[in-house]
């Protein structure tokens, strides 16, 4: 069962493989029926709901996730019923995972226990993979057949229920697939991919560790990948979004001074946004050369 914010409550029928809606103890909706398609339910077990009545909920996202497939796939619908997105363990990955529960966070990302993996696989809004934390063992950051899973929204705690025992988190970030290069407009381009929306710190060194510019300071961005550019001043490169994309206008790059010819030293700090900010940070560096 997963209760929202407005007292609804989302049962899975694994006996009738169907997803209900309830509220006041009267049936509301069957949100998913039996089927093996996307769409539909088969066998689910976990689920868990946002409401766009939660306090402590970034988008006011309304939707509900449901494993299924006896812990091989995993779907989203909204509340009227309508599919919006189904994966199976093979999508990601871990195509001999056995999924048990559930729980979305502040930022509606998505959190799913793998027993037979002994981690947890995290997911953002859009059902699209961010990373998977943990492997088996009874020492740090491990588990043994992790089960349960809940999370403190306001705060970003997390509690791990497995087979002996449970665990206590705060919700931190890491960062991937990060690289700074001079790009073929002179300036500097930097791409990352976060598992968790971050603050994001960038300081900038000349090849005599002289401090030069901060470059972003504590600035938010979203799990994902992400891309930054800037100028020979250390601005931000100006653009616009066009479908879902930056857009740079050739004549306006023009008027920005480029990067310098030197060696430069990029020092990065991320943190996640909640509590945790002010104790935990992942710092990274890096050297490119123009």
Not at 59 to 74: C, N, Q, S
Not at 97 to 123: G, I
Request: glycine fraction near 6%; include cysteine; aromatic fraction near 14%.
């Amino acid at each position: 069962v997963a209760l929202a914010a407005d007292t609804s409550l989302f049962v899975t029928d694994t006996g009738h493989s169907r997803l209900l809606l309830l509220r006041a103890d009267t049936l509301q909706r069957v949100v998913a029926g039996p089927g093996t398609e996307p769409g539909k339910v088969w066998h689910p077990t976990g689920v868990a709901a946002t409401s766009a009545r939660e306090k402590w909920s970034y988008f006011k996202d309304e939707f509900v996730v449901v494993i299924d497939m006896d812990g091989k796939r995993l779907q989203k619908f909204l509340w009227d019923g309508t599919p919006v997105r189904a994966i199976r363990c093979e999508d990601f990955g871990y195509p001999n995972a056995d999924l048990q529960y559930v729980a979305t966070d502040y930022y509606s990302q998505v959190w799913v226990t793998d027993k037979a993996n002994h981690c947890v696989h995290k997911f953002d809004r859009h059902l699209n993979y961010l990373d998977s934390f943990g492997r088996k063992g009874t020492g740090k950051k491990e588990f043994v057949e992790p089960r349960g899973i809940s999370i403190y929204k306001r705060f970003g705690q997390v509690l791990i229920d497995e087979k002996e025992a449970a665990q206590y988190y705060w919700i931190g970030t890491d960062v991937k697939h990060l690289q700074a290069e001079k790009d073929e407009d002179g300036f500097l381009t930097i791409r990352y991919f976060l598992t968790e929306p971050s603050y994001v710190t960038l300081e900038i060194y000349n090849s005599k560790k002289k401090k030069l510019a901060t470059a972003m300071d504590k600035t938010w961005r979203p799990a994902g990948e992400n891309m930054e550019r800037f100028t020979g001043e250390w601005k931000v490169v100006p653009y616009v979004i066009q479908n879902r994309q930056r857009q740079y206008s050739p004549d306006q790059l023009e008027k920005f001074p480029k990067v310098k010819p030197g060696t430069y030293r990029l020092k990065f700090s991320f943190s996640a946004t909640y509590s945790s900010f002010k104790y935990f940070h992942k710092k990274v560096e890096r050297k490119v050369v123009f």
